[in-house]
């Protein structure tokens, strides 16, 4: 078999978790791993077991480097995605595509003038009863959409001595934990329900208006304490925590809450999906379950099986029933399909995976968003 070989470019608390989910692929080798300079990226390629090390330009003049995965911080993702379909590379990027509406429309114009793979990482989409919901909303189980509850909470963010890259716009943007988690859920939204966000009204809130930045180096979720002398207080503009109504196409509503700060919430994405026939509940922290609720019979509990759910869902299962998947396999699951796409050399006319204009649209929801905490009124998308 030839392999495809790989570029991976950023080497913070995704890309590692991209790498590990490339090597479980037969058909791909992670081949190349570049970073800022060159000594770092051979100290990071050394720690992963890469054979080779670049920086970002030189990468890019690797002609045997079919695919690049860009897992920078956000304010690269535009300059490096594009350089990439401009060198002949099929693009793998991190979400948000881009730090504006133009940059990304660019880069969806661009893409598909190339012909060249484009896929952007919404890889929540690909919890298999993710896709279960949206194949039974499909066969009509669902029936009408009557509402969405959503909320993502995290809480590596709750102590005011916590800090990151994201925290700083320059590096992630004017919003933060709708751009960075919220921007999931939407995704996620319109991909299960098949609705379209159509107006939005937001309400941030920031938490912490002041953080203690340190002044030594702390990896993401490292949990490392420092000393008071050890901090610098930077002021903070972006949210902690949003609620945003939703009104959608069929003329329903949702609502949806996104938090950082909240204690004990590691990484919890839930969804409930109300319609005129069924409700739908899951959550990933439990990602295995998905809750079905009745109004004249019992409820049910389906468990991630692939002998359980809809035909074609089973593709995204590996293991049989009880034994668990979570989130290192929606990774596999959605390069899984990004690369037999790139095996044809070209990007497939109806994908079945997020690409550039999938991250155009949360790019775009994510601004109506903030221009409606802005204004703190309903914007139209």
């Known amino acids: 078999m030839n392999k495809i070989k790989v570029g991976v470019v950023g080497t913070g608390f995704i890309g590692p978790a991209h790498i590990e989910a490339l090597r479980r692929l037969p058909n791909v080798e992670v081949a190349a ?67 504006d509406l133009v940059e990304a429309e660019e880069l969806v114009e661009l893409a598909a003038k190339t012909g060249l793979v484009n896929a952007v990482h919404f890889n929540l989409r690909y919890y298999p009863l993710a896709r279960q919901m949206k194949s039974m909303r499909e066969k009509g189980e669902l029936g009408e959409i009557y509402s969405f509850i959503g909320s993502y909470l995290q809480d590596w963010l709750f102590y005011q001595t916590d800090y990151n890259w994201r925290l700083e716009p320059d590096k992630s943007g004017d919003s933060r934990a709708i751009a960075d988690i919220g921007s999931h859920l939407m995704d996620i939204l319109e991909y299960i329900t098949g609705l379209k966000t159509v107006a939005v009204m937001a309400d941030f809130n920031t938490v912490h208006k002041t953080r203690k930045k340190p002044l030594k180096a702390v990896e993401t979720y490292s949990g490392k304490m420092l000393q008071p002398e050890d901090y610098a207080d930077v002021p903070i503009t972006t949210e902690d925590h949003a609620n945003v109504l939703l009104r959608f196409d069929n003329g329903n509503k949702g609502v949806i809450t996104v938090s950082q700060v909240s204690a004990g919430r590691k990484n919890r994405m839930s969804l409930e999906i109300s319609g005129s026939k069924k409700t739908f509940s899951w959550c990933s922290e439990s990602p295995n379950e998905m809750w079905i609720g009745n109004r ?58 997020p690409t550039f204009a999938d991250g155009y649209r949360e790019l775009l929801i994510c601004e109506k968003i903030l221009e409606s905490n802005k204004a703190q009124a309903w914007v139209t998308i």
């Open 296 to 353: 004249d019979k019992a409820n049910e509990i389906l468990m991630r099986d692939p002998s359980l759910v809809n035909e074609d869902v089973r593709s995204t299962i590996t293991f049989p029933g009880g034994h668990n998947e979570g989130f290192p396999d929606t990774s596999k699951q959605m390069f899984k399909e990004v690369y037999a796409a790139i095996e044809q050399g070209k990007q497939p006319e109806n994908p079945t995976f």
């Open 33 to 99: 791993l570049c970073e800022v300079t060159a000594e770092l990226a051979k100290a990071k390629a050394d720690s992963l077991g890469i054979a080779r090390s670049y920086t970002f330009d030189e990468l890019l003049k690797q002609d045997d480097i079919q695919a690049i995965h860009i897992c920078t911080p956000n304010f690269l993702h535009y300059s490096q995605s594009k350089a990439a379909l401009l060198a002949g590379k099929h693009v793998i990027c991190e979400k948000p595509l881009a730090k």
